[in-house]
């Protein structure tokens, strides 16, 4: 029964410690969070196109090599 006492404690002292360390938490700006968004987006168009373009050369070659 005293180690069901002592995981319940450690509970509750682990969910205030996460409490406590949350309001020290700084979000960024919505700005911010729209700007990098928006790198993010172009740069994963980037190496899409990248990639589609490398995979229609190879598929070309390949079809070229093994007819």
Known sequence: ???????????KTFFLEVRAETKKVSFPAKDETIGTTAVVLVL???A??????????????IARILP
Request: proline residues 0%; glycine residues 0%.
């Open 1 to 11: 029964m005293e180690s069901v006492k002592k995981i319940i404690e450690s509970i």
């Open 44 to 46: 994963v168009s980037i």
């Open 48 to 61: 899409t196109i990248y990639m589609w373009i490398l995979d229609v050369a190879l598929s070309e070659m």
